[in-house]
Every structure is written in structure tokens, then in C-alpha cells.
């Protein structure tokens, strides 16, 4: 059983090296174990997957009903404006979830501007680097806890 799960996108992998100007200068490693000691302090416990592919995305996100994950935490990346495949599997496992984005999507090109996720997520935390991250934990550990 895992409460929650963090899923990361294609990209993400590069995190401290992929343009550090929008993106920051952490690698997703030191994002992961952040996030990791935040769901800790809590007595919650967690996991973490990043992928490039959108099909092991698809599959994880089935794997994380059988592994009764309580809340996902996701940064689709790129597939947040592409993927109608990651949007189908979270509604079909029912697990709530946060979309995330270091960036604010909305400030930057047009293609970025519309999400497959965000009206069906429980919300949405853009544009604070990686406190984006911190916040969306911290809104999914109050979620948990509160029940
Ligand atoms: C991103 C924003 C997306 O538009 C982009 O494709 C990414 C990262 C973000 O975290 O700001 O890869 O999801």
C-alpha cells in the first residue's frame, strides 16, 4: 500500500540540467526525496516514477489501484497538453490527484495553455518551481490526514 504516489513526466528526468531558466537548477532525484521526507514526517508512505513514455505512465497509473494508492501527485509534462491516455487512466483507477508544474503553463506559448487534467484534478499548482511541489504535497498530506 502506498498513500502517495508522485508520477513525473517526460522531460523531468533532466530536471537541473534542461533549461535550469524556467525549470531550476534541482534534479528530480532531490525533487523526489523532498517530497518523499514531507509524506515521511507525516507517518504517510510514498512513491515516486518517472517515465518518457506515455504508455508506462498509462500502465503505473493502472498498477496504483492494486497497490491501493490513497492520492496521486502528477506533472505530466509535456502530456498535460497531449495526453487524452494519461487523462483516461486516472479516471479509471478513481484515485484523486494534483496536477503540478514548475512553470506557469499559462505565461508561456499558447500550445501550453490548455491542460487534459486540470478540470478533472482536485487542483492545480503551477508556477512555483519546485515549491510547486512542495505545496501540491502539502495540500495531498492535509487531504490524507484530514480524513
Ligand atoms: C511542465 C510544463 C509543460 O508545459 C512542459 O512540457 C514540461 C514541464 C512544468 O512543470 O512546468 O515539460 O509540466
Redesign the pocket.
Known amino acids: 500500500m502506498t498513500d502517495i504516489l508522485l508520477l513525473n513526466?517526460?522531460?523531468?528526468n533532466l530536471l537541473g540540467q534542461r533549461e535550469p531558466e524556467?525549470?531550476g537548477d534541482l534534479s528530480l532525484e532531490a525533487i523526489e526525496n523532498a517530497c518523499k521526507q514531507q509524506a515521511v514526517e507525516q507517518n504517510l508512505t510514498f512513491n515516486s516514477f518517472q517515465s518518457n513514455s506515455e504508455s508506462d505512465l498509462v500502465e503505473r497509473i493502472q498498477q496504483a489501484k492494486s497497490d491501493k494508492v490513497q492520492l496521486i501527485v502528477i506533472?505530466?509534462?509535456?502530456y498535460?497538453?497531449t495526453s487524452v491516455a494519461i487523462r483516461d487512466a486516472l479516471l479509471a483507477v478513481e484515485i484523486p490527484f494534483i496536477e503540478?508544474?514548475?512553470?506557469n503553463?499559462y505565461s508561456?506559448e499558447p500550445f501550453?495553455h490548455h491542460s487534459y487534467f486540470s478540470d478533472i484534478a482536485m487542483g492545480t499548482i503551477?508556477g512555483f518551481g519546485i515549491h510547486?511541489y512542495r505545496f501540491a504535497m502539502q495540500a495531498a498530506i492535509d487531504k490524507l490526514t484530514a480524513q
Do not use: C, D, E
Open positions: 513526466g517526460p522531460n523531468l524556467i525549470y506533472n505530466p509534462a509535456a498535460t497538453h503540478v508544474h514548475l512553470s503553463p508561456r501550453r503551477a510547486s
